[in-house]
């Protein structure tokens, strides 16, 4: 076994004490995403610069999926979370149930990492979502 630990995105930073997504944000005109670009989608500008980006958020939109390929287990929620300080993820939310009573739009959620497998060589793939705040 390896021990070795890989994020599943790129955007992702597992090497510290506190994992976080890290995005870009244009120099010009503020705007905020994740994954490298070589502009600005907003503006074009080519001045990018890369920043830690919030581990809080709130839920934008969300819906419950029910259909998935056959190795995710479902139901499970799906959400837009806008995070403080600028950008928009697309991620699950975690240790919630897959319920409508559950999840609303406004909801207060928290980054949260966990490992969702190991290949042969032991390599661990940690993911991440987002849990609601107590």
């Not at 500008?45 to 939109?61: F, I, K, P, Q, Y």
């Not at 479902?74 to 009573?101: E, M, Q, S, W």
């Amino acid at each position: 076994m390896s021990g070795a630990r890989v994020p599943v995105v790129a955007y992702l930073d597992i090497d510290t004490d506190d994992p976080h997504l890290t995005g870009w944000e244009c120099d010009h005109c503020g705007a905020v995403f994740l994954d490298r670009r070589v502009a600005c989608p907003s503006c074009t500008s080519a001045d990018l610069t890369a920043r830690r980006l919030a581990d809080e958020g709130t839920v934008h939109a969300w819906t419950i999926v029910h259909r998935a390929p056959a190795n995710v287990r479902t139901p499970f929620v799906a959400a837009i979370v806008g995070l403080d300080g600028g950008g928009i993820v697309k991620a699950n939310l975690v240790g919630i149930d897959a319920d409508p009573a559950a999840v609303y739009c406004g909801q207060r959620v928290r980054l949260a990492t966990y490992p969702v497998g190991v290949d042969s060589a032991g390599t661990e793939a940690i993911g991440f979502g987002f849990e609601v705040e107590a």
